[in-house]
Structures are given as C-alpha cells and as structure tokens.
C-alpha cells in the first residue's frame, strides 16, 4: 500500500483538524494524540516515522516530549510546530536535533512540502540503520565462509560456477521470446514444409511471429555486446556537478513514469540542493543513464503493486549515493538466498521469475550485471540489501521488507 504515516500530537481539535485535511490530501495517513503522554504511548507501540509536536501540550511539554521520544530512538525525525519565532526559541528546539520548525498559525502551503521532506529523510534513516545491521551480519557470515572455505576444498564450486553460466546461457537462449521461438519455427517449417510451385509458402501468422521475435533476438545480441564492449574498453569520464547528475536522474524519473501506472505504484524522489552545485564527480552520462533506467525499471517490475518506490539522495564520507528503495514481490515458495546481496550481479541470475510484457524488457538476468560492470568503470560502489521497514504501520510481516539498491560515486 502507498500509505505513509504522520503522528501528529496537537492538543488544538481545530487546528488538529486542519493538519489531517492538509496531510491526508497529500497521501499521508495521520493519527491524533492531544497531549503529551498519550501521545509517548501511542509512539512507544507504533514507531511513526515522522512526528508532529505542538511544543504547548498539555500533561508532557513538547520539549520533554522530545527528549523521551530520543531516548526510543535517536534517529526519530521530529517537525515541532510553535508560536515563537524569535532566533533564540528556534535555536534551542532545534539543539534537540528535530528536523524543521513550522510557526504557527500554519502556513499550508508549506506544510505538506515539510511533511515529505521529513518522510523522505526517515526512509533513508531507515535504509542507513538497516543495511549497517545487514553489513554487520554479512561480515560475520563471510568469517564463517572463509573458516569453512579453508577448511574445505573447494575446486568443485569454481567448475559448478563455470557450468552454470552456460547452463543459463543454453536456457534462456532456447526457451521463451526471441532465438528460442526462432529456432521453434524454423524447425517447424522445415520438418513440415509447404511447398508450391517450387516455393515455400509461410502463412502470415508466422511471418509475424518471426517479425517479432527477430526484433528480440537482435535486442538480445545487442545486449551480449553492450556487455562485452563495457568489460573489454574503457570509457570516458566527464567532470560534473551533483547538481547535475540529480538533474539527469531526475530526468531519467520523468521519462519513465508512464510505468508507475502498469501496477499503480507511486515514486517518491529526494529534492535537489544548491549545495550539490559545488560537489563534483567523474562519470559518463552516456552510460550513468543506463544505470538510473535500469535501478528504477527494476523497482517497477518486481515491486509489489500498489506500493511506493523512494529515490533518496545520501551525501557522506566523500561519496554521493542514490538509493532505490522498493517493496519486492516474491511468488509463493520463493524466498531470498542467503548470499543473493553477491549473486544478483552474476549473469542471468533472477530474483523473481515473473516477465511483464508490459515493460518491453529483455529480462535475462543481465541488466545488474551490465551495470555493476559500468559503476566499477567509474570507481563507484553499488550494493544491494534488505531492510526491515518499521515506519509503515499495518502490515504483515513478509509486506516489511523493503529492498534497496544503491550506487555511489566519490566525490572530488
């Protein structure tokens, strides 16, 4: 679902009421508490990923409201509403580390582009928080790998690696849409021919299979190229600004948003800065396009429909990162391996088994290796994990797990 909630702690019914008509026309769902302690009580069982505090409430006074929603979690993204807007009053709520202020009365303009700001912010806290808990236990899984590795001979895996890849290359080859229906046909028409006057006769029929199967085909072969060009040559880089390459993401996002209607997903996107302007990168943009389409075609195809994808923006450690952020759809007996945060990058390996004809995609199992071949080419990172969505209220528990997909790119 593409609910998103807001805990709002205003003890003001009218005011209250205004707030939710705002929010709740902004696809935010929102929850009242009316002072400060049921308002604790309500964040203690639901963990809301943004909060709204009235710092005048009653019983628990906004400010130790703060203080005992940090103590819960310290990452909580908090937005206080006051009626001070004297610097000092300001500077002081915002040492509590709460993400903005609205002054009363409520400029509602305003409101809900402060509300998504927030949002945003507390879906990329939660991807950060999570894939540090993932890192931790990846660390530990591939201690206990390399101890068993060391312990065992393991020659047999490197030749059952080896006759996987040309057992995929053999399968998806000879089955499904493009060489596999071609040769299915050629077969068919030389063992059961139909001859006139000297001349094969095809029917129109399969004509038009041969027509449209060719195209894929030739889309398939492109697709080996493509790959083998980016392995064997390197590519040129250009300085640009972050500035720009949001821009181009940005772009990428429009261009493709005629999909989101294919199973009612929606797209959220982290806003640019003007302090991307003076941050610089070496990239292709040529070929960072083809990274940006493949990330989010991948999240509208094995997204679960009627759900949300986040495009974050991270900036830290020298590194600018864009995030996918998506809730994965399994069919019923699939599962994540273990190790699928490595082996998605191999050749022809596949979450999901489903093909949607409707994105007019190869899916082969090479769009994440071809791009990871690309980042490695820029001497950036890309890396995929799971994490465990608590800010979404209401759902069963396979619905918690949020997939995300980043790529970074060191900055100058």
């Keep these: 679902m593409n609910t998103r909630h807001i805990l709002v702690i205003e003890d003001d019914v009218i005011v209250a009421k205004m707030l939710n008509t705002i929010l709740q026309r902004s696809g935010f769902q929102v929850t009242n508490a009316y002072d400060g302690h049921s308002g604790l009580e309500l964040y203690k069982r639901l963990r809301f990923p943004v909060c709204i505090i009235d710092l005048g409430i009653p019983l628990m006074a906004g400010d130790i409201l703060i203080d005992e929603i940090r103590k819960i979690d310290p990452s909580a993204v908090i937005l206080v509403e006051t009626a001070h807007d004297d610097k000092s009053t300001i500077i002081e709520i915002m040492k509590k580390g709460v993400f903005d202020y609205i002054i009363k009365p409520v400029d509602f303009r305003d409101l809900p582009i402060k509300v998504e700001r927030a949002y945003l912010q507390a879906q990329k806290d939660m991807v950060l928080h999570g894939r540090e808990r993932e890192e931790k236990k990846r660390i530990q899984e591939e201690l206990e790998w390399m101890k068993w590795k060391h312990d065992h001979d393991t020659?047999?895996?490197?030749?059952?690696?080896?006759?996987?890849?040309?057992?995929?290359?053999?399968?998806?080859?000879?089955?499904?849409?493009?060489?596999?229906?071609?040769?299915?046909?050629?077969?068919?028409?030389?063992?059961?021919?139909t001859i006139q006057d000297g001349h094969y006769l095809i029917s129109e029929d399969i004509m038009e299979l041969l027509k449209s199967n060719l195209s894929f085909a030739d889309k398939t072969i492109q697709a080996f190229s493509d790959l083998d060009y980016i392995i064997v040559n390197q590519i040129p880089l250009q300085k640009i600004s972050c500035y720009e390459l949001y821009e181009l993401l940005f772009q990428v996002k429009s261009d493709l948003d005629h999909y989101a209607s294919i199973k009612s997903q929606k797209v959220y996107m982290s806003e640019n800065r003007d302090s991307y302007k003076n941050l610089f990168v070496m990239v292709n943009l040529e070929y960072i396009e083809k990274v940006f389409i493949e990330f989010l075609m991948n999240a509208y195809k094995f997204s679960r429909a009627d759900s949300s994808i986040m495009i974050l923006i991270n900036l830290e450690n020298k590194q600018f990162e864009v995030m996918y952020l998506s809730s994965p759809f399994l069919n019923e007996g699939e599962r994540f391996p273990d190790n699928f945060e490595t082996i998605v990058f191999n050749p022809f390996y596949r979450l999901n088994n489903v093909v949607y004809d409707a994105f007019n995609t190869l899916d082969f199992g090479l769009g994440l290796t071809y791009v990871d071949k690309i980042i490695k080419k820029h001497n950036g990172k890309i890396k995929i994990s799971r994490v465990m969505d608590h800010t979404s209220l209401h759902l069963e528990e396979e619905e918690k797990m949020k997939l995300n997909i980043s790529v970074s790119f060191p900055v100058l």
């Design 155 to 193: 020659d047999f895996k490197e030749h059952a690696q080896e006759a996987s890849i040309f057992y995929f290359l053999k399968t998806y080859l000879a089955q499904g849409a493009g060489i596999g229906v071609i040769v299915s046909l050629l077969k068919m028409m030389f063992y059961r021919p």
